[in-house]
C-alpha cells in the first residue's frame, strides 16, 4: 500500500555529518507530515524532526541548531542533514510518513507509515 525506504546511515566521527533520505511511494493521495524518529538501544523511539506539507518544522530540542530537515512534496521524500554529530546521536534513525491513502476502495486518513531503520554510529 505504502513503502517508505530509508537511505545513508553509516558510521562517522564525532563532529562529522550524515545525510539521511528518505521516499514515500505507493497509494498515496497526500501526505500530512513526514519526519524521522531514532531509537537507541534500551531507549525508547523519540522524535528527531518533523516537517508538515506546508513547511512548519519541529525539533528535539537535542538536536537543534545541528539537524536540519527538508522536504520535497512533489517527490514525496524527507531528507535529515546531520551535522557536529555527537556519539549520543547514535542510534536506529526511521522515517515516518503521516498519509492519506486510497487502495481497493478504501480511503485511509492520516495513517503512519515507516520505513526498515538505518544505522547511524557516530564514534567519539
Known amino acids: 500500500q505504502v513503502q517508505v525506504v530509508e537511505s545513508g546511515g553509516g558510521l562517522v566521527q564525532a563532529g562529522g555529518s550524515l545525510r539521511l533520505s528518505c521516499a514515500a511511494s505507493g497509494s498515496i493521495l497526500s501526505i500530512n507530515s513526514m519526519g524521522w524518529y531514532r531509537q537507541a538501544p534500551g531507549k525508547q523511539r523519540e522524535l528527531v524532526a518533523a516537517?508538515?506539507?506546508?513547511?512548519?518544522?519541529n525539533y528535539a530540542d537535542s538536536v537543534k541548531g545541528r539537524f536540519t530537515i527538508s522536504r520535497d512534496n512533489a517527490k514525496n521524500t524527507v531528507d535529515l542533514q546531520m551535522n557536529s554529530l555527537k556519539p549520543e546521536d547514535t542510534a536506529v534513525y526511521y522515517c515516518?510518513?503521516?498519509?492519506?491513502?486510497?487502495?481497493?476502495?478504501?480511503?485511509?486518513?492520516?495513517?503512519?507509515?515507516w520505513g526498515q531503520g538505518t544505522q547511524v554510529t557516530v564514534s567519539s
Open positions: 515516518n510518513a503521516n498519509a492519506d491513502t486510497f487502495y481497493s476502495g478504501t480511503l485511509d486518513r492520516k495513517s503512519n507509515y
Open positions: 516537517i508538515t506539507n506546508i513547511g512548519s518544522t
